[in-house]
Nanobody, 129 residues
Framework: QVQLVESGGGLVQAGGSLRLSCAAS????????MGWFRQAPGKEREFVSA????????NYADSVKGRFTISRDKAKNTVYLQMNSLKFEDTAVYYC??????????????????????WGQGTQVTVSS
């Protein structure tokens, strides 16, 4: 089992920045791919970004490319999401997820939430316009 705990959400004005953290514990060696997803009110959960834990390679949704940066600290078993130039439409609950399936990194399935086995409880990000 892997436990994920997100933190760092909050209220920020449009154009501002926030950094989310996701601390992993338990069988963390099983987390080959870690991702961030978000869910706005009345909408489906969507992919934001993912990172290959071993290589550090990253992928982003087009809507956040150039504004968000995902990174990881192996020593702390923590993944981060630096969010800059925030927009009102970034308002959502942000979830951290982990998967032991490395293959999905190479076939694009890291974008699909059903490929992830472990999820955090979510952290609210609210961007005021």
């Amino acid at each position: 089992q892997v436990q994920l705990v997100e933190s760092g959400g909050g209220l920020v004005q449009a154009g501002g920045s926030l950094r989310l953290s996701c601390a992993a514990s338990g069988r963390t060696f099983s987390s080959n791919v870690m991702g961030w997803f978000r869910q706005a009110p009345g909408k489906e959960r969507e992919f934001v970004s993912a990172i290959n834990w071993s290589s550090g390679n990253t992928n982003y949704a087009d809507s956040v490319k150039g504004r968000f940066t995902i990174s990881r600290d192996k020593a702390k078993n923590t993944v981060y999401l630096q969010m800059n130039s925030l927009k009102f439409e970034d308002t959502a609950v942000y979830y951290c997820a982990a998967s032991p399936e490395l293959r999905m990194w190479y076939n694009g399935n890291y974008q699909h939430m059903d490929r992830y086995d472990y999820w955090g409880q979510g952290t609210q990000v609210t961007v005021s316009s």
